[in-house]
């Protein structure tokens, strides 16, 4: 089977309120951006039931 990347969006600051939010759950005021596979975070770039063979 082969290997699938995938990309995803950026959390930082810029997500706003969410961003602020996840700040004050977490407590971990140093981030500066989080890259994440949790999909809650950073949901996907891509749709990957829609992968050509190209891809």
Known sequence: ???IYSAVKRFDPACG???T???EWCG???L??????DSILC???IVIDELTAED
């Open 1 to 3: 089977m082969p290997a």
């Open 28 to 30: 971990l005021t140093q």
């Open 17 to 19: 309120e969410s961003w």
């Open 32 to 37: 500066r951006e989080v890259i994440s596979l």
């Open 21 to 23: 939010n996840f700040i």
């Open 43 to 45: 949901p996907s770039v």
